[in-house]
């Protein structure tokens, strides 16, 4: 039944009625337990990094009316689908170099791709520049005085007025011409790497595009992360020039950007590293130290400056930016990416995934970070080309209430919201009533992005964010991919819950053995690419062995993702966590985000983590931490249910030998948990691990001081 689904035109009216059954259906019911063992390909075995117990059967296609609301499928059918994507694989020069003409070249590329794994050239001596796609292509054809960004401060009125800036591609072209000429007057070369360093204001993405446009590449880092984390990422970018602010509003507290530069520029020149140059926007109006000579306010240098600014014709494999990711060890790693590949497949991915329609009165938002890779594909460099308004919001979810994404949504009538998982877990705890208080309708399309959306999670945004109606594009996809690359298409894809679906155009996607060998259905893997994509990362930044031996060493050939996955009979991929999260329970090797997804399946729990730990017996026991919903309260009883409750739904293998009830799990301020941290607190160590990146350490501290 299900595979029949894909063949079908998606007009079928049994179809609808078949997701509607479902939808009505309460969660949770989701998870079938498979007998384990009766399957060959889920036993345990050398080929086989992850076995998979989980189960889901629902469906849920996409409908005319969700089609026609978005002006249009851009791909009709899943048999368009099937055959578009073989092209772009089987003629990844011929699809790319058409999708390719939709942007503006100064010169047009002698040869659409150069392959020598692991290195890869796009659009081979093509001259261009993201700026220009993203502004000035607008203004020429008469569009400058339509939106480009809608920003909307956190800190309200007194009369409970939010501050809010709508930004026409002619005004945003002016600021960043005026900041290009800026960064040109304080000696900033095409080459050079700008760091960024500032809150959710509109001159982030002004400060990007104005770098872009002079051909200086930028470096961005997340305004949460303390002075360390600037000194580590300007020193191994060699980058001498910061921007930042006074200070960014968090939750109504100010927090203090500058005092950090100002302590990581004085650590760095004790590193005789000299940061020459520092521009200071004023955001929060706090108290700040003033270099004279280094430090320049934006407002008085960028204000001065003239309106106009050439683009700098750019090589297509010119370096557009540096994003430091977190590795599974020690530093940081400099992901590079360039220009012409990156600006392809961004814009075609944005457009392709959410259904993105110029002049169709659509109103885009992202609540990711521009510090994140997701806020450099998905709130500027993907959008803007596309001619959609983005919405960019400062603050904190919760803040003045747990309502505000709710409100905003209502008040900028809102069409597509895309979030991550960890975001919606948290809306799920704060209480359905949030929601219902806001006129939702206007949304269209709902996304994830970050980690696997547990089914309960993806079920209750479907409800009580997206009334039913919208379809849910799960988007997988990293720093180092650039842009989505197993994701279902919004008008187009049928979607189940927890899945990803399937490999974008031009991605051949496959979940492999360590000889990279496909797996059979259903059997966990690695999931691996094997062919280059425009967007795929060019390399580490200064580091070359580690570049090959972290993506193309363990299978020859093929880019690493670094996940477990599975592809289901459908053929869609279903991702099942970090490779290095994996259990070895018994010899048997569990994904945790299967045992993580069983225990929020149970009505007490909002999320949880799962780590190993030490363990007499088995080799690798099972330590859950776990948060309750606001109804439940902790209790042995409850720890003893939640134990035979996935023993119910996975079998007794992934029964938790120790579960911990927390107020708050370890968070990455881009919302990943830290099993790391958590693997330390379960095994009684106390962690040597690096907590730059930790959200809240009162929460580690918290669960320490909750030893069983
Ligand atoms: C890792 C990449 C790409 C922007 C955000 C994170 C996990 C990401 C999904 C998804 C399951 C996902 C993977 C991936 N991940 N999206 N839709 N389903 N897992 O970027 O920090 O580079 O992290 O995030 O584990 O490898 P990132």
């Not at 368009?80 to 058409?98: C, K, L, N, Q, V």
């Not at 002016?174 to 070369?189: D, H």
């Not at 979030?419 to 994830?448: C, N, Q």
Request: proline share 6%; glycine share 8%; aromatic share 8%.
């Amino acid at each position: 039944m299900a595979a029949d689904i894909l063949q079908t035109p998606l007009d079928g009216r049994n179809l609808i009625s078949r997701a509607e059954a479902h939808a009505q259906e309460r969660w949770p019911r989701l998870l079938a337990y498979i007998p384990r063992m009766a399957d060959p390909h889920t036993t345990s075995n050398a080929n086989s990094p992850v076995q998979s117990l989980l189960k889901e059967d629902r469906i849920f296609p996409p409908t005319a009316a969700q089609a026609t609301a978005l002006g249009g499928a851009w791909c009709a059918s899943m048999d368009e689908y099937r055959t578009r994507h073989a092209r772009s694989i089987a003629d990844p020069e011929g699809f790319w170099s058409e999708v390719a003409q939709d942007l503006d070249w100064f010169t047009p590329w002698s040869k659409v791709l150069e392959w020598n794994c692991p290195d890869a050239k796009w659009f081979v001596d093509a001259k261009t520049n993201i700026c220009h796609n993203a502004l000035d292509r607008h203004v020429l054809a008469g569009h400058g005085h339509e939106v480009g960004i809608i920003w909307e401060g956190e800190p309200k009125r007194e009369n409970g007025t939010p501050e809010v800036k709508h930004l026409s591609y002619g005004e945003l072209l002016e600021e960043v011409c005026r900041c290009s000429n800026a960064l040109k007057s304080l000696g900033v070369k095409k080459g050079d790497v700008v760091t960024l360093y500032m809150g959710m204001v509109p001159e982030l993405a002004i400060a990007m595009l104005a770098c872009a446009r002079i051909g200086a590449a930028h470096s961005v880092i997340f305004g949460g992360f303390p002075a360390p984390a600037i000194v580590d990422r300007m020193l191994d970018a060699k980058s001498g020039v910061i921007v930042t602010c006074d200070g960014a509003w968090r939750r109504g507290q100010v927090v203090p950007l500058k005092k950090n530069v100002d302590e990581a520029i004085a650590l760095l020149s004790a590193q005789n590293h000299k940061v020459e140059h520092c521009i200071v926007l004023h955001r929060t109006k706090n108290q700040i130290d003033w270099h004279a000579g280094r430090d320049h306010a934006w407002h008085e240098l960028v204000g001065a400056q003239s309106d106009e600014c050439d683009c700098e014709p750019m090589d297509s494999e010119d370096l557009l930016f540096l994003l430091y990711t977190s590795g599974s060890t020690g530093k940081p790693k400099g992901i590079r990416h360039t220009i012409g590949g990156y600006m392809v497949y961004t814009a075609y991915t944005a457009q392709q995934t959410f259904s993105l329609r110029a002049g169709a009165g659509q109103v885009y938002w992202c609540t990711a970070d521009i510090g994140w890779v997701t806020g450099h594909s998905y709130i500027v460099y993907g959008i803007l080309p596309n001619r959609v308004p983005s919405l960019m919001y400062e603050g904190a979810p919760n803040f003045p209430g747990d309502d505000r994404f709710w409100e905003m949504v209502s008040r900028h009538h809102v069409t597509h919201f895309y979030t991550a998982p960890t975001a919606i877990r948290a809306f799920m705890k704060w209480g359905d009533e949030h929601p219902a208080k806001h006129d939702l309708s206007s949304l269209k399309v709902l996304g994830t992005v970050g980690e696997p959306i547990n089914p309960e999670a993806w079920m209750w945004y479907h409800q009580n964010i997206g009334g039913s109606k919208c379809p849910i594009v799960d988007t997988f996809w990293q720093t180092e991919t650039g842009g989505h690359v197993l994701t279902p298409l919004a008008c187009t894809t049928p979607t189940v819950p927890g899945s990803c679906t399937l490999p974008f155009f031009g991605i051949d996607a496959a979940v492999v053995d360590e000889n990279g060998v496909e797996v059979p259905a259903n059997c966990g893997g690695l999931l691996v690419i094997r062919k280059p994509w425009p967007a795929m990362l060019r390399g580490i930044h200064g580091d070359r062995a580690r570049f090959i031996e972290t993506y193309w060493s363990r299978v020859k050939g093929m880019y690493l993702a670094g996940d477990g996955a599975r592809r289901d009979e459908r053929g869609y991929f279903w991702i099942m966590g970090r490779i290095d999260d994996v259990l070895n329970v018994s010899g048997h090797r569990l994904g945790t985000m299967e045992v993580e997804s069983a225990l929020v399946s149970h009505e007490a729990v909002v999320e949880a983590a799962v780590v190993g730990m030490p363990h007499d017996i088995k080799g690798t026991g099972i330590a859950a931490f776990v948060s309750l919903g606001p109804h439940a309260t902790p209790s042995d009883e409850l720890k003893a249910a939640l134990r035979e409750h996935v023993s119910g739904v996975l079998g007794p293998i992934a029964k938790p030998d120790m579960i911990r009830f927390t107020q708050a799990l370890p968070k990455t301020r881009s919302g990943k948990i830290m099993r790391r941290l958590l693997r330390d607190v379960a095994a009684g160590r106390d962690s040597k691990q690096d907590t730059t990146t930790l959200e809240d350490l009162n929460v580690l501290a918290a669960l320490r001081g909750n030893e069983e």
